[in-house]
């Protein structure tokens, strides 16, 4: 059996939910995503001010940056707890 076909398989049986995951909170953004989309159905205008996928490349300031800074061993661990001073 191939991948595709063990994907598109369907159970003959039904496997219950376990208790753990019954208990587990509603996601925040999954209920937001839901209600966003119940009211762009019912015809109402959304913008959407989500961070959205970047749709160009990253200036190349910002990687030079972020290089420089991933090669520092100073940012090579967490942050102390209370923070850092400025």
């Not at 999954?30 to 989309?37: E, I």
């Amino acid at each position: 059996m191939t991948h595709s076909d063990h994907t598109s398989a369907r159970s003959a049986f039904k496997i219950p939910t376990s208790d753990v995951m019954t208990q587990l909170p509603t996601q925040f953004f999954a209920t937001l995503v839901q209600n966003v989309n119940r009211e762009i159905a019912s015809g109402h205008d959304v913008i959407n001010l989500g961070q959205g996928n970047p749709d160009t490349p990253t200036p190349p300031h910002i990687v030079k940056t972020l290089q420089e800074s991933a090669e520092n061993p100073l940012y090579h661990k967490y942050s102390p707890f209370r923070g850092t001073l400025s």
